[in-house]
């Protein structure tokens, strides 16, 4: 069971209650997003998608082979900013286009329920919600609608855009590790979160930066790569007194 129990939620809710009271506006949340708002990850289903469908010209003989290396060899960094500098020429409209076929593709879409409630408490209260991910911004955004986030306030890996058309220019910090910060600081003109949820330990600088509530979510099966950054993170939410997730499967 990947689902939170009410019980952790109602906590959670009642922490946010407590922080919304004690703080004038703004009020502001942030969230990762693959693996703290849904069971898979939305960037590189998006990069698969367009390898599958031929959507894009001029990319290595092997693209997901020649990604991994990038990650691996030079940096993440460079590795993610890649994935938005690949849609360079096209237009933005039709990027968006394919990130929603993409989404739809995907049904039914692992969200976490729990999650739901507890950004639908958040926007019950006038907290601005954003996602901050490491994936490209577009990737995301239709995911994060299920949400009730708008595209606005998604940040992710972006280039700058002109005349309608994506370029291959990067766009604003590389919202990974603590670039995740930085970027949201960015957006919220240097408001830090009431509350902030994350899986592995390259959100810790996320939560860190949340003033009251912090979420720690570790619902990956023990085969996936993330399985033992997600028991990392949830170790130190446990010695952190933070609220944490982890389903009774897990091992503690």
Not at 69 to 95: C, H, T
Not at 181 to 186: A, D, I, K, P, S
Not at 187 to 207: E, I, K, Q, V, W
Request: hydrophobic share 40%; aromatic share 8%.
């Amino acid at each position: 069971m990947k689902e939170m129990p009410q019980a952790l939620i109602d906590n959670v809710k009642s922490a946010i209650d407590r922080a919304v009271a004690e703080i004038s506006t703004p009020k502001i949340a942030a969230f990762d997003a693959d693996g703290t708002l849904w069971d898979t990850d939305m960037g590189e289903n998006f990069f698969l998608y367009q390898i599958n469908k031929k959507l894009l010209a001029g990319l290595p003989q092997d693209p997901w082979e020649h990604y991994h290396r990038m990650k691996k060899e030079i940096s993440p960094k460079v590795a993610y900013l890649w994935l938005a500098q690949i849609n360079q020429g096209q237009p933005l409209d039709q990027v968006r286009r394919w990130s929603e076929d993409c989404l739809r593709a995907q049904q039914p879409v692992p969200t976490f329920a729990g999650q739901k409630q507890i950004i639908d408490h958040l926007h019950h209260h006038g907290v601005k919600v954003f996602v901050v991910t490491a994936s490209i911004k577009w990737s995301v955004e239709p995911a994060a609608a299920l949400y009730g986030i708008p595209q606005q306030n998604v940040l992710g890996i972006t280039t700058k855009i002109k005349n309608g058309h994506v370029t291959d220019e990067q766009d604003g910090p590389i919202t990974w590790r603590e670039g995740k910060v930085t970027g949201l600081l960015e957006a919220t003109g240097g408001a830090p979160p009431l509350f902030a949820s994350g899986n592995t330990p390259g959100d810790l600088a996320l939560l860190e930066s949340a003033t009251h509530v912090r979420l720690a979510m570790a619902a990956s099966d023990q085969k996936s790569e993330l399985f033992a950054d997600e028991l990392r993170l949830v170790d130190i939410a446990r010695k952190r007194g933070w609220f944490y997730f982890l389903p009774p499967s897990h091992p503690s």
